[in-house]
């Protein structure tokens, strides 16, 4: 995705971190930066939105600024005559849920899970998707059976049966999507409490 300006000043590395202080590796604030910021991360949550089918775009700056929420931007830096593009994006932050165990017991988490994930469509298939998403197992030291995701489409799931084996899920009653293995060697991270019906 190209803008108009040059987003080295926004996103000083390859993938970039952006939370909720809209500042990826800058410790002041810079209006224009901002602004700019602003305009990548609300172009990226709109196309996202479009890709999935979604009626409003999940990601925008204004849930970012106000969350916990970690996104990941991985850029082109040689596109777009040298000014750099936006190729994607995981949104990642914990949140409560409650999720049925593999006897069908409701378990009180907050896990890490994957909100949004989005790759430009002229950049799919060319192995984005996967360095984006090792980046951010990485930088999160989880193992991807351990994530909630909510609500991942076709493509997504056919990604991570293809780049990660997981393809068995625990049937959910909401929106988030859990793998066999997810309570299975747990680090330990979670707050759990089982609940009793």
């Given at each position: 995705?190209?803008?108009?300006?040059?987003?080295?000043?926004?996103?000083?590395?390859?993938?970039?971190?952006?939370?909720?202080?809209?500042?990826?590796?800058?410790?002041?604030?810079?209006?224009?930066?901002?602004?700019?910021?602003?305009?990548?991360?609300?172009?990226?949550?709109?196309?996202?939105?479009?890709?999935?089918?979604?009626?409003?775009?999940?990601?925008?700056?204004?849930?970012?600024?106000?969350?916990?929420?970690?996104?990941?931007?991985?850029?082109?830096?040689?596109?777009?005559?040298?000014?750099?593009?936006?190729?994607?994006?995981?949104?990642?932050?914990?949140?409560?849920?409650?999720?049925?165990?593999?006897?069908?017991?409701?378990?009180?988490?907050?896990?890490l899970c994957v909100l949004d994930f989005y790759v430009h469509e002229s950049r799919q298939r060319t192995g984005c998707g996967h360095k984006l998403f090792q980046h951010m197992l990485k930088m999160e030291k989880i193992s991807p059976q351990h994530l909630a995701i909510d609500r991942p489409s076709n493509k997504f799931t056919k990604f991570l049966k293809k780049h990660y084996g997981l393809s068995g899920t625990v049937p959910q009653v909401n929106n988030f999507v859990v793998f066999e293995g997810f309570f299975r060697d747990n680090p330990g991270r979670y707050n759990i409490h089982i609940l009793h019906m």
């Open positions: 995705m190209e803008f108009p300006f040059n987003i080295h000043g926004l996103f000083g590395e390859e993938i970039s971190l952006v939370d909720s202080n809209l500042a990826p590796f800058r410790k002041v604030s810079n209006e224009p930066l901002d602004q700019n910021l602003a305009k990548v991360i609300d172009d990226l949550g709109e196309a996202s939105a479009k890709a999935q089918g979604l009626h409003g775009p999940i990601t925008a700056t204004y849930k970012l600024r106000s969350s916990d929420h970690r996104m990941y931007v991985l850029k082109d830096a040689q596109a777009n005559s040298g000014k750099g593009a936006a190729v994607g994006f995981i949104k990642v932050g914990t949140k409560k849920l409650f999720i049925l165990d593999h006897h069908g017991a409701q378990v009180e988490l907050t896990p």
